[in-house]
């Protein structure tokens, strides 16, 4: 059963470096985004993720993790992180620190211990061969850089050794099986992390490539799982309240494994990014022309299909709503930002779906205002995904307000276009979508019904009609295209409305056991 706090959660994810710079040296910090929990308040959003804010080398942007337990100096202190936790707490908020228990960075002290000739406690925390000039059974693998004669295997980038969890099917000698006192070593090494932060006030962890720990475990059940389950019987007896959002992007496995949320953003073949932009279409990358061949069902009568992206959550949310929640998200760090092709009205009605499914929704930080991608050169290994994680855009001073520093120290460069978007004008603006996006979260907790446990049920998908579902004894209806629709409800479903509409963006309305709605149009109704 997932933390009962879920119920009626909406979290903000931060990527730290380039939120708020407290101090001036062009880099955000954890100060900074203390002085701006009010805003996320104000917003609607009552829970933080925030990336990973440990000592590393940022080669992969703080995913390579050199110090487990210590704050980048970069971002403060820890005891500024445990006073972002409580002036949080007194607010209403929840933070989730990102766990990266799959790799750490090659100069993580583990990992120098391990690389050594002498056997020694951390010989066997990262997976080696038994020979320098062996290769490593089809896994990515490093040699020549160690001094014991072996290769270590890879979970991410060169820079990030695979932390030794086992294997389920053990087919070399070199290989520990994922019960061997080795493996059982790193899964205590992880809980003994968690239980650091979490008895200093964080509330749970997002957690990083959550499925990449056992090797060799095609099927993720067994092996993976039981690690997942293990830290959650340690969870549930020491910190009953924490909650844990897996990158794993396949909700019945992830809940069933122990977690209260899954993130859906990766599955091959399409779905969720079917809805805010064809994402699988343009091969993961911001390249070509941004609007052809995008057929997302937000982009206006580009001819999407919804039914691409319920298919496959009809059947998790089915399979997964008595163990947990699905969590979609307006974008992250990884991807490219939704404005990339939906214009600011586009991206209204696709916020109002977002936000009113069930599960758990992530709105990340700057897609509130329709930040831009940015065609900026790589930094931290974030090639493409750099883009996407440029600095919040507050107000109109220097820097949009992110730094009071000089603007060549900038983690990365702010939109200087013209009309770059800020939280500042959009505050002055009745219908802008920061205002839109307020609205939108105050009237899910405002209504039970539009939070994460309400029932969810499709009366109505078909293309050439508005998209019609239920969430507890309300309606919800979209229509994206340029024209207008209308379509009949079932006489069961009509009975129970009374047809005021509580919400909308644009105009709809329910009568005569019908739906109306105009062009790119939203509604709740009663
Ligand atoms: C996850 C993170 C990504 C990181 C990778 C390796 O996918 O979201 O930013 O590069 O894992 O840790």
Known sequence: MAAKWLKDTIFYEIYPQSFKDSDGDGIGDINGIVQKLDYIKELGCNALWINPCYDSPFKDAGYDIRDY???????????????????????????????????????????????????NEYSDRFIWTDYCFQGASGLPYIGGESERSACYILNFFKCQPALNYGFYKVTEPWQKSFRDPEAMATREAIKDIMRFWLSHGCDGFRVDMAASLVKNDDDKKTGTSAVWKDVRRMLDLEFPDAAMVSEWSNPPLALRAGYDMDFCLNEPGGGYSTLMRDYYNHGGSAHGDRNAEDHSYFKKDAGG??????????????????????????????????SYTLDPRELKLAYAFLFTLPGVPFLYYGDEIGMRYLDVPTKEGGYFRTGSRTPMQWDGSANLGFSEGKTSDLYLPVDTSADAPTVEAQEADRDSLLNTVRAILAIRHREKDLQADADFQVICSENDKPLVYRRGSLLCVVNPTGGKLETILPADISETIHGEVIFKIGEASAGNGRIYTDAQSFAVIK
């Open 69 to 119: 337990k210590k704050v980048a100096p970069r971002y403060g202190t820890n005891e500024d992180l445990f006073r972002l936790f409580d002036e949080a707490h007194k607010k209403g908020i929840r933070v989730l620190l990102d766990l990266v228990p799959g790799h750490t960075s090659e100069e993580h002290p583990w990992f120098l211990e391990s690389q050594k000739v002498q056997k």
């Open 305 to 338: 299909d919804i039914n691409r992206f319920l298919d496959q959550y009809l059947t998790w949310y089915e399979d997964t709503r008595d163990l947990g929640y699905i969590s979609l998200l307006t974008c992250n760090h990884d991807t490219i930002r939704p």
